[in-house]
């Protein structure tokens, strides 16, 4: 089943039932490492990075992903 996220004031994006969830149950840490995610959620964080639901750096080797509220 496919749902509206809303980004900001005017911008939405459609997700799905499983983005929903991981954005759910990841919203409230500070930082998600890559290396804590399983390979079941890395084509999840992947596509929501492209949606600008998270955003990803990377800090000497180790790559983190933020929710952007």
Same mark, same amino acid.
């Given at each position: 089943m496919l749902r509206w996220h809303?980004?900001?004031k005017r911008v939405r994006v *459609?997700?799905?039932t499983e983005d929903w969830n991981f954005i759910k149950k990841h919203r409230y840490k500070k930082k998600i490492? $890559?290396?804590s %995610? &399983? &390979?079941k959620e890395?084509?999840?964080i992947d *596509? %929501?990075? $492209?949606k600008s639901v998270f955003g990803r +750096? /990377?800090?000497?080797t180790e /790559?983190? +992903?933020l929710f952007n509220k």
């Open positions: 809303n980004i900001s *459609m997700i799905s490492p $890559k290396s %995610l &399983d &390979d890395q084509p999840i *596509m %929501l990075v $492209k +750096y /990377t800090q000497g /790559t983190f +992903y």
